[in-house]
């Protein structure tokens, strides 16, 4: 009975040991956002899917409040189509964010394509693959690189967007420079 313990302990002693060489911490900044090479808090716009019937370009996804609703999987609009974003306040409840996008060349065609041919539509926006709104997207200026997603969006996801848009847009859009 006393090796049965001795084997359990020794066991249970070096399980402890080795998980904790398995779980890896990952450096953050002040903020308590991760600073890696890897893509976050990745942006999509794509269509809503009323009537699924396509198995291929067509998937369910979980919706913030808990609901799932189906996509497009070709998204109109993308990170890498981001340059920059910028959130502000929504008028009446400043807990809650707007977001402010900057389009590159491309981005712009693709929204402008998506704001005449879903005009009387809802695009489903998603963070990560999870939808956080739907909208109907507004033509943009033709003298800006701009474009409004209205919120409301959480303060958190609002400023992890914001902190990462650069970031992505760099690392899904990687120079010339950097690959020779």
Known sequence: MRSYWIVLITALVAFA???CELVEEKETDAEGFVKDDNPHFVMTVNQLVKYPHAENIEREVECFDGNTIWINTNYMLHSKHVEKVEMFPMPGNPKYYSLRLKLNHRGKLLWIQSSIGFK??????????ICYRLFTPQEPDENSDWVIIPGPFHKYLATGIVHYSESNYKLFNPSTDDIL
Do not use: E, I, M, R
């Open 17 to 19: 040991l080795c998980s």
């Open 120 to 129: 009387h539509s809802k695009l489903a926006f998603l963070v990560d693959g």
